[in-house]
């Protein structure tokens, strides 16, 4: 059995994996302002002010996954994922899973739901551990 010193430790893995986690955010980020309609149609028919929230929470997904990205207060733009993913993932996907049409649609939902909470799980990570070597804390002996 390899020992915690002994698993592969390597600068490429960081930045390979603050890529990997950060692309779904920079995408959906994006179509946040070149397809607003489609997300104000994923928002319940209550929700005040739709188009307002949609652009918000473009600016939040895509501020966060750069910080990230870049390792720049990345614990900081991992929290701004996590304020966006909550009520994402309960207030559209868990809304759309109880009303869907449909059992292709709520199977649907219902995987977007399960992958919020994953990515609130990674984010909640980030804001703890940080994501780099110039993220850590100095230690207490020097």
Known sequence: ??????????????VAARFLLTSLFLLSGVTHFTNIPYYVD???DATPYPVFWVIISGVVELAGA????????????AWMLV?????VTIVVHGY???HAEGEAM???Q?????KGFSLIGAALLI???GCGHRDRPASPTG
């Open 1 to 14: 059995m390899l020992a915690e010193h002994q698993l592969p430790n390597h600068n490429a893995i960081t």
């Open 42 to 44: 994923l928002m319940p």
């Open 66 to 77: 750069l910080m990230i990205l870049f390792n720049w207060r990345p614990r900081l733009g």
């Open 83 to 87: 304020v966006f993913l909550i009520p």
């Open 96 to 98: 759309e899973m109880i």
């Open 106 to 108: 709520r199977a649907i």
């Open 110 to 114: 219902q995987a977007s739901f399960i």
């Open 127 to 129: 804001t703890q551990m």
